[in-house]
């Protein structure tokens, strides 16, 4: 006997030659009870957990239902033997799970819950919006004809994953029972429910058994740990929330979520110190519960924030880019972390690197100049804050994650395999930014006739696919490249994964990140890369560079970060200068200096000294930088504004 157990109830079972007690959960399946129909009580008005040892009292004295109901049917049966039947009720069938007796035919109830090829029908944000809802439910009259009842199923990210038309009534009246009510909800995993029914009178005005039905309901779903968010009352115009108006104890829909949005952005702004706990007593406070939904609450209102100030007009990039990286090293830890994405090393970016890659995509200007961007792994949004959320496309499989994309107000919020072409869309963006779950696949993709199995990779090149090309892109992958003897890239996934890149693309540079550094307020010290790229090659040629150390240094600091990015964002600029000088003029620098030479002496500008310098002028800092291209004069012409310089001796 366990010492937890009086002598008169405990429960033993041989296992292995020796004892074991048996479990309050099989106790509760011998005597007919649901499963852990005795773990949890109301104690002066609060549910809590119930003790074992007084589950194993309870269990023990209560009567076992499928003996009463044995013996109940066993009598029905025998009625005939019974002396008088003045008292024998009719016999009726009853519905339970499974029969009892042969000679009885007791139906089973089959309860189906079967989705349509729309997974989900919307995201609930406010009352109005299940107003909106429910009335596009019915057919056109009926609102004002006779009540319905309907049921609303939702899932944690409050998205509607089906709805129960679950009766008919009257003009004035109908019925709920809140058995099958809840039945249906379980049968579709909902962790939530909002009940409707209309009023054909058009009269919003609650009635006195409206208020007991949601009552009965509410305390019905608590102790399945499915919440009762509203109960609508609709009209052909109107409608009346329980919920905006905290009839029954209910609160509005969107006052927990925008409350815990605006408290958050409100602190980062402030500098207030928070923590884990601090944050989930915060989100306590406004009846949120669910750990991941605070952390992912937590990181939008530092999407949002950090958007609010790469998008100020009157700052220079360096300067949001200091306040951001100030807002990163303010805000919350983000530590908490789910199985998932703990088994896909899923990590949010850094805001101040989320906001470089972007500056560096041009996302800041395509609200400007037009196109889009794209994020087929876009989490909360971190990799757009550069950009007006309504030119930029995003792709997200996380429920919570994709509810708040669809609040931001995107051009499009997708809900796609990242790992499959996006074949509607090649070719088609200017920008790409990414920064994929890390992970393995079961098998090996084909790209090119490179074999291809990391998770990253894999998103990484379906998602470049999408890129115009003459667009850019910008990718975070995991780990640091190691080097062989040669200087290669190490055998193996990287060496194929740069190689094919390399092969395909031109890369501006590839930036490793000390995780230990820069990502550690995200919940790691993962390092990473950054890659940069600068659009398709015309005809795929090459291979991944050997090692330059010069190149292949770990950036350790938000600084160095920023001149790194910079510095590769000029190289890109004076090459294009360079090239797009070649591919329009296709005339001999010589010989047109040479020319112009000419034209000048002829004007009588007299003499001008030899060694010449072509001047390009890059468009994202001051420095001018000088290019040796021609002999012949010392001549200094500027393409962009076709003017010379010339030396301070001249012949009058």
């Known amino acids: 006997a366990s010492a937890r157990s009086t002598p008169e109830h405990t429960i033993a079972m041989l296992r292995k030659g020796g004892i074991r007690r048996l479990t309050p959960l099989e106790c509760e399946r011998l005597q007919g009870f649901p499963d852990n129909w005795t773990a ?12 074992e040892t007084q589950r194993y009292k309870m269990l023990g004295n209560a009567v076992s239902v499928v003996v009463v109901l044995a013996v109940a049917t066993g009598l029905l049966s025998n009625k005939k033997q019974l002396g008088s ?42 009352s109005g919006d299940v107003a909106a809802f429910i009335r596009s439910t019915f057919n056109e009259g009926e609102v004002e004809l006779q009540e319905h009842f309907t049921v609303l199923f939702l899932n944690t990210a409050k998205e509607i994953i089906g709805y129960y038309k679950h009766s008919k009534g009257m003009i004035n009246a109908t019925t709920a029972d809140t058995r099958i009510i809840l039945a249906a909800a379980l049968k579709c995993l909902a962790t939530s429910i909002i009940i409707s ?32 968010l509203d109960h609508i009352i609709v009209t052909r115009e109107s409608y009346y929330s329980f919920g905006d108006n905290r009839l029954a104890g209910l609160e509005p829909l969107a006052d927990k979520r925008t409350q815990f949005l605006e408290i958050v952005k409100r602190d980062l702004l402030a500098k207030v110190p928070h923590n884990k706990r601090s944050m989930e007593r915060i989100a306590a406070g406004l009846n949120i519960s669910d750990q991941n939904e605070v952390k992912e609450l937590t990181e939008l209102a530092i999407v949002e924030t950090a958007r609010d100030i790469a998008q100020e007009d009157n700052l220079f990039i360096d300067e949001k880019y200091r306040r951001i990286v100030a807002l990163y090293n303010s805000q919350v830890n983000l530590s908490h972390r789910t199985s998932q994405s703990i088994l896909l090393q899923q990590y949010s970016t850094p805001s101040p690197i989320g906001y470089l890659m972007g500056i560096f995509c041009g996302i800041d200007q395509l609200h400007k100049k037009g196109g889009f961007a794209f994020e087929p792994s876009a989490g909360n949004g971190l990799l757009t804050i550069a950009a007006k959320p309504e030119r930029v496309y995003v792709n997200e499989i996380d429920d919570l994650r994709r509810r708040n994309l669809k609040s931001q107000g995107y051009a499009n919020v997708w809900d796609r395999d990242a790992t499959k072409p996006f074949f509607d869309v090649r070719r088609n963006f200017m920008a790409i930014l990414t920064n994929p779950p890390f992970g393995m696949l079961d098998t090996k993709m084909l790209f090119d006739g490179y074999p291809i199995q990391p998770l990253e990779h894999v998103m990484a090149i379906q998602a470049l696919d999408c890129m115009m090309d003459d667009g850019r892109a910008a990718i975070i992958i995991g780990g640091h490249t190691r080097w062989d ?30 995780g230990k550094k820069l990502y550690s307020r995200q919940g790691t010290g993962f390092d990473t890369r950054i890659i940069l790229i600068s659009g398709r090659k015309e005809t795929p040629a ?9 190149r292949d240094v770990v950036v350790n600091s938000f600084d160095d970060l920023f001149i790194r990015v910079m510095a590769a964002m000029d190289s890109v600029v004076f090459s294009d200068r360079i090239v797009t000088q070649r591919d329009t003029s296709q005339v001999d620098l010589e010989t047109e200096a040479i020319a112009l030479l000419k034209v000048l002496q002829a004007k009588g500008l007299g003499t001008i000294h030899k060694k010449p310098i072509m001047k ?37």
């Open 542 to 550: 090459g291979a991944a560079p050997v090692y330059d150390k010069s």
């Open 616 to 652: 390009y002028e890059t468009t994202n800092h001051q420095d001018d930088r000088d290019l040796e291209a021609v002999k012949g004069t010392k001549a200094i012409v500027d393409y962009d504004k076709l003017h010379v310089q010339f030396d301070e001796e001249k012949e009058q």
């Open 485 to 514: 003897a040669k200087g290669r890239i190490q055998a193996g996934k990287n060496r194929l994964f740069f190689n094919y890149l390399y092969h395909h693309y031109d890369v501006a540079d590839v930036i490793p990140i000390n």
């Open 197 to 228: 029914h209309n009023h054909p009178s058009g009269n919003t005005k609650p009635s006195e058994a409206d208020k007991q039905i949601t009552e009965k309901i509410k305390e019905a779903a608590r102790f399945m740990n499915i919440e009762l």
């Open 85 to 126: 039947t003045d008292m024998i009720y009719p016999e009726q069938a009853e519905i339970v799970l499974g029969s009892v007796t042969p000679e009885i035919n007791i139906p089973e109830l089959s309860l189906s819950y079967t989705r349509n090829s729309q997974p989900f029908l919307g995201f609930i944000y406010k």
């Open 40 to 51: 949890y009580g109301l104690y002066d008005g609060e549910q809590k957990e119930i003790p």
